[in-house]
């Protein structure tokens, strides 16, 4: 029994691997369950950059975007219940930096005697060279573990930024029946510790505050 | 205005959830008889073996990077706020449409014909607006996107030809369409292909329109692409092994990225931070630095810009 049980997972896995694995089961995610702003709180235009995709428990991915001076952003997160009841999101501005490396490279040079003569035996020589390398760096500006969770954000952006959303879904929690389940990276694990993830981003143009075109 | 909900949004019965129950309605169906085939002699109900198909495994999603690119229309509907004018001689004929017929060509100018659909719409300028449309079309149907076009939105863009926002609103879904539909079927080459032509003609038309030192917010609204072409770059930079079309886009955008290169980033004084200034309602995004750009670092963008754009649209003689 136990064996055909076994056949039986095994032709499902087979059947249904490749098409679990593409995850386009997820596109649009966020434009169906991503709560929109209210209309009376702003006209909010739905951004390119919201993306949705199928993630498991207890993965991190990122998600980078530009965000424009002079406008407002609404971030809006969701996800499948079976992943969970919160997500933690952290963002980052993601800025390259120039910095100076030593590169240190080894060469085998001829050894030369007293006469100029090549000995025949071969020395290390290191060298070193100073270059000018760019790296990314990221600094964290917002966790919503420090504000209870939240999945909506909501800002103004007076400096135009590349920002990194990291979102991570917890390993534990959710409604998902498995057990057992393998971790870590190319393994295998149970579909009900899967779902999608969407960020519904939203912008506008900032508000203008005070008195326009009405002075002489 | 500070306004973090505390809500995640949870769903009984997500469409996921609902795929994955039919996917398994559908191999019980087919993985039915080869059960059938293979228990012979057994002595356990069949419902044991049913109660195990909610266990089957599949393969742990790896963590990812994604880089996205602000569409099109972002970018227009913030140059028309800042008042530059219209400028239709820059744009690119639709007359070229039926010129281009090599695939890669193909979907660089339905890349470029996007962005002018979409400065036309948010612009009101509706009779171009649907001449732009149908080179979008036209380019759909020969690069393998008609289905992203489907009829009810044509007949949408045609009964909404009065209402700016709506236009503006179709114009959109077309393209983000095309874009879920390239990620549906994993075509991401062709999708970095189409979103840097896109960007492209995004920034030859305010390059072409905006004049330095009279129209400020544009210029630094082209400046601030820097960071736009780096999440470009990056995006285009998972193809190039694989896709020798990519390679060659993504070669014209390091020439681009050369010219973007010089420009200066300055501290504004603080540091950046994200944070509810006293008084204000939302949260504030500030300091850091800003990207400056000099006259003849604009000039140099301009004209590489320029030199690569027109190669694309170029009509073979």
């Known amino acids: ?27 649009y995610f966020h434009a169906g369950f991503c709560t929109p702003t209210d209309e009376k709180e702003g006209t909010y235009k739905p951004n390119g950059q919201s993306k949705s995709a199928l993630f498991s428990k207890g993965q991190t991915s990122e998600l980078s975007v530009v ?82 969770f939240a999945s909506e954000l909501e800002f103004t952006v007076e400096t135009t930024r590349r920002l990194i959303i990291e979102i991570e879904i917890p390993s534990e929690g959710g409604s998902g029946t498995a057990k057992g389940v393998a971790q870590g990276k190319g393994k295998l694990m149970k579909s009900s510790e899967m779902g999608c993830v969407g960020i519904l981003i939203e912008h506008m143009a900032t508000p203008k505050k005070g008195f326009y075109g009405t002075g002489f | 205005m500070f306004t973090i909900k505390q809500n995640i949004y949870t769903f009984g019965k997500s469409k996921f ?33 049913v109660d195990d198909t909610t266990e089957e495994v599949v393969e742990e999603v790896e963590n990812k990077n994604y880089y996205q690119i602000p569409s099109p229309d972002e970018m227009f509907g913030f140059i028309k706020e800042s008042g530059l004018k219209y400028n239709k001689s820059v744009l690119n004929s639709v007359q070229s449409v039926d010129s281009y017929t090599e695939p890669t060509q193909q979907a660089l100018n339905f890349g470029i014909y996007s962005a002018d659909l979409a400065y036309t719409a948010a612009f009101e300028e509706y009779q171009e607006t649907i001449k732009y449309f149908g080179s979008v079309q036209k380019l759909a149907d020969k690069i393998g996107l ?33 874009v879920d539909y390239l990620e549906q079927n994993e075509q991401g080459g062709k999708l970095g292909i189409i979103a840097s032509a896109g960007w492209l003609e995004t920034v030859y038309i305010v390059a072409n329109t905006a004049k330095y030192g009279k129209d400020k917010a544009a210029i630094e609204r082209l400046a601030d692409q820097k960071l736009t072409l780096d999440n470009l770059i990056q995006y285009l930079e998972k193809y190039t092994e694989s896709d020798p079309e990519v390679k060659k ?22 540091a950046i931070t994200l944070k509810k200034k006293e008084g204000a309602k939302k949260m504030v995004l500030g300091g850091g630095e800003n990207i400056r750009i000099s ?19 170029k009509v073979q003689a």
């Open chain 1, 1 to 27: 029994m136990k064996s055909i049980t076994k056949i039986y997972a095994i032709t499902l896995s087979l059947l249904v691997f490749p098409l679990i694995t593409k995850a386009q089961y997820c596109n």
């Open chain 1, 67 to 148: 965000v424009y001076k002079g406008q407002d952003y609404r971030f809006a997160l969701c996800m499948d219940e079976n992943l969970g009841s919160q997500m933690h999101f952290k963002l980052y501005e993601n800025k390259k930096i120039k910095v100076e490396k030593v590169i240190e490279s080894k060469v085998m040079e001829d050894v030369y005697d007293e006469n100029g003569e090549p000995t025949g035996e071969k020395k290390e020589v290191v060298t070193k060279e100073t270059k000018v390398v760019e790296e990314t760096k990221k600094e964290l500006l917002y966790d919503n573990a420090n504000d209870n």
């Open chain 2, 17 to 49: 959830l609902k795929s994955m129950n039919n996917i398994l309605k559908f191999t019980a169906i087919i993985a039915f008889p080869l059960l059938l085939m293979t228990s012979c002699g057994e002595d356990k109900p069949i419902e044991d073996l």
């Open chain 2, 146 to 178: 008609s289905s992203a076009f489907d009829k009810s939105l044509i007949e949408r863009v045609q009964n909404n030809l009065k209402n700016a926002d709506s236009l503006v609103s179709i114009t959109n879904t077309s393209y983000f369409s095309v």
């Open chain 2, 249 to 270: 886009v993504h070669a014209w955008f390091k020439e681009i990225e050369a010219a973007f290169s010089g420009l200066e980033e300055k501290s504004s004084g603080s």
């Open chain 2, 295 to 313: 006259e003849q670092q604009f000039t140099t963008i301009k004209n590489k810009i320029s030199e690569i754009r027109n190669q694309i649209v």
